[in-house]
């Protein structure tokens, strides 16, 4: 079956270090989408991309970076982890379908930035 | 800022019980879709409504949307206390895919 799976599932990192989070999914979608989850703020959108090549900013994109360069795979970047970075990341994917983009979520990775 | 809010922020209900959540959102929308979240795990996605369609079922989930109010409700009816969750509702505006999503609704159903 087709899925999206995000790793690690848990890190722990230290302020200033560089960190990658991986999200790989298998239902050949184009569309990919990295938000982070915390209290009091729901679902907020960092960076997504269209397909191949394709990047852009989200809602809350500074400090992040995420580079696509086959269609299964868009890993996040943290440039220099950051105390605030501390939150749980989802990826996501969808199918651009006539007036319909339903969304598939990853389990998730909760990030810790000591 | 959240195109979506719902309403209540929590839901406390007994089994058996329906269970009613509001979302109203800002501006004009493509669809509106409901999201369930477990606790610990990732979204999934439950059900789409379109701007040109008034009502939805699936189940026991009934959406509503109201374009002049610029709101949507989800009901679930005969809850179990497998629907406690976290739903949360996202506005497809149209523009590129994205969807905005509120704060969500944390619904716990007592047995």
């Known amino acids: 079956d087709a899925e999206i799976t995000q790793s690690p599932r848990h890190k722990i990192t230290e302020t200033g270090r560089q960190v990658t989070l991986a999200c790989h999914q298998t239902w050949n979608h184009n569309n990919m989408f990295w938000y982070r989850q915390d209290l009091g703020h729901g679902l907020r959108l960092i960076h997504y991309s269209y397909g191949v090549q394709d990047t852009n900013k989200g809602e809350v994109s500074d400090g992040y970076s995420v580079s696509r360069s086959n269609t299964e795979d868009l890993p996040l970047t943290l440039e220099s982890a950051a105390s605030s970075q501390t939150s749980v990341y989802f990826c996501a994917s969808s199918e651009v379908l006539a007036g319909a983009r339903e969304q598939f979520f990853g389990p998730g990775t909760r990030l810790t930035v000591l | 800022s959240q195109q979506g809010e719902e309403d209540p922020q929590a839901l406390s209900i007994q089994e058996g019980e329906n269970a009613t959540m509001n979302c109203s959102y800002k501006t004009s929308i493509n669809n509106l879709q409901w999201y369930r979240q477990n606790s610990g795990r990732g979204l999934v996605h439950l059900i789409l409504?379109?701007?040109?369609?008034r009502e939805k079922h699936s189940g026991r989930l009934r959406v509503t949307l109201d374009t002049s109010k610029k709101s949507s409700s989800l009901l679930i009816t005969a809850s179990r206390a497998a629907d406690t969750a976290s739903y949360f509702c996202a506005t497809d505006t149209g523009a590129n895919s994205k969807l905005t999503f509120g704060k969500g609704i944390t619904l716990s159903v007592r047995p």
């Open positions: 409504i379109r701007s040109n369609e």
